[in-house]
């Protein structure tokens, strides 16, 4: 079974430009997680999807940041304009429902703004 | 606010030797807990987890934790390790908070196993 998949895995761009990270979950997972992780820290919760329904953006800075899962499968967490302190790995991660509260995280996407 | 503390940076253990990496927490209300490996350039990956029952739970790869309600830790052990385990280990609750279910890692923990 495919894990979870997340492109590109690497993305270097200047500040004020925009940049999308995509995430395609494991196949029948429901929920979907973006978690940002700085150097050295854990990760944190950028937004929680039920299928297409997020339930949880509390902690997503929507004044330049965006997240979309239209058909409740696969997602995009987009930054319009990056700052250099959007520098981090961006993780994507899903979990089925009913499967025992466990997480599967994939490779993340490492953003270098500079 | 629910919080994870792993106080440290790094724990260094000689191959063959008991390991113990310490996670502790504050959370309202009942947690779940788990611990997820992060190998380099790789993404987290699930280790265990306690959500109830036995306060001793085992995981992948010969690890195994034990949830202590009195003393709220969720330390992570292994009797014997190996080089191959040399990773970054996070802790992580669930619970609760502000009408979300929350889930909050710790800042991880380098574990180095000196063959």
């Known amino acids: 079974e495919a894990g979870v998949v997340q492109s590109p895995r690497y993305k270097i761009i200047e500040k004020k430009q925009p940049v999308a990270f995509w995430c395609n979950p494991i196949?029948?997972?429901?929920?979907l997680y973006w978690y940002r992780q700085n150097l050295g820290q854990g990760p944190e919760l950028l937004i929680r999807?039920?299928?297409?329904?997020?339930?949880?953006d509390s902690q997503l800075p929507k004044d330049r940041f965006s997240a979309e899962r239209l058909k409740g499968v696969d997602s995009t967490l987009k930054i319009q304009p990056a700052e250099l302190g959007d520098s981090a790995v961006y993780l994507c991660?899903?979990?089925?429902?009913?499967?025992?509260?466990?997480?599967?995280f994939g490779p993340g996407t490492r953003l270098l703004v500079l | 606010a629910q919080s994870v503390a792993q106080p440290e940076d790094q724990v260094n253990v000689a191959e063959g030797n008991p390991l113990t990496v310490k996670c502790t927490y504050s959370?309202?209300?009942?947690?779940?807990l788990f611990w997820y490996v992060q190998y380099p350039n790789r993404g987290l990956q699930f280790l265990l987890k306690?959500?109830?029952?036995?306060?001793l739970v085992k995981g992948s790869y010969g690890f195994e934790a034990e949830f202590n309600k009195s003393q709220t830790s969720f330390h992570l052990k292994k009797p014997s390790a190996l080089v191959s385990d040399s990773a970054l280990y996070f802790c992580?609750?669930?619970?609760?908070?502000?009408?979300?279910?929350?889930?909050?890692f710790g800042i991880g923990t380098k574990l180095q196993v000196i063959p």
């Open positions: 991660a899903s979990k089925e429902r009913g499967g025992g509260e466990t997480q599967y």
């Open positions: 992580a609750v669930r619970a609760f908070s502000g009408g979300y279910q929350k889930v909050t």
């Open positions: 196949s029948g997972h429901n929920t």
């Open positions: 306690y959500i109830t029952g036995d306060n």
């Open positions: 959370v309202s209300g009942n947690p779940y």
């Open positions: 999807y039920e299928n297409e329904e997020a339930v949880d």
